[in-house]
Nanobody, 125 residues
Framework: QVQLVESGGGLVQPGGSLRLSCAAS????????VAWFRQAPGKEREGVSF????????YYADSVKGRFTISRDNAKNMVYLQMNSLKYEDTAVYYC??????????????????WGQGTQVTVSS
C-alpha cells in the first residue's frame, strides 16, 4: 500500500560521487519529513540527512555536512541524497525513511515509521 524504494547505490572510489534516490508510492511524499539513515556492519544505524515537512528545512550529521545534500522533487514524489567527496567510512547500507504527518520528529530512527529496503554504498579503491 505504501512503499519506499531506494536506488543509486554502488561501488565508487574515494573522492567520488553518487546520487541516491528514494521513490514513494501509495502516498504523497511532500506531506512527510524524510530522512536518510545508514548502517555499516557492526555499527548502529545513524541519521545522515533530513528534510522536514514543517518548513522545508534540512539537517545534516557532522560527518557528512558539506559533502551531502538532500533534496525533494514533489512532482516525481522523490527525495534524493547527493553524496560528494565520498570516504571509506561512508560505506554502509543507506535507508530512506518517513515520519507521519503532523508529528514532531527529530533525528532518531524511532521518529520514522516507514522505511525502504536500503541500497548498498561501497567506497573502495
Amino acid at each position: 500500500q505504501v512503499q519506499l524504494v531506494e536506488s543509486g547505490g554502488g561501488l565508487v572510489q574515494p573522492g567520488g560521487s553518487l546520487r541516491l534516490s528514494c521513490a514513494a508510492s501509495g502516498f504523497t511524499l511532500d506531506y512527510y519529513s524524510v530522512a536518510w539513515f545508514r548502517q555499516a556492519p557492526g555499527k548502529e544505524r545513524e541519521g545522515v540527512s533530513f528534510i522536514f515537512s514543517s518548513d522545508g528545512s534540512t539537517y545534516y550529521a557532522d560527518s557528512v555536512k558539506g559533502r551531502f545534500t538532500i533534496s525533494r522533487d514533489n512532482a516525481k514524489n522523490m527525495v534524493y541524497l547527493q553524496m560528494n567527496s565520498l570516504k571509506y567510512e561512508d560505506t554502509a547500507v543507506y535507508y530512506c525513511a518517513t515520519a507521519q504527518p503532523g508529528i514532531r520528529v527529530g533525528v532518531r530512527p524511532r521518529d520514522y515509521t516507514n522505511w525502504g529496503q536500503g541500497t548498498q554504498v561501497t567506497v573502495s579503491s
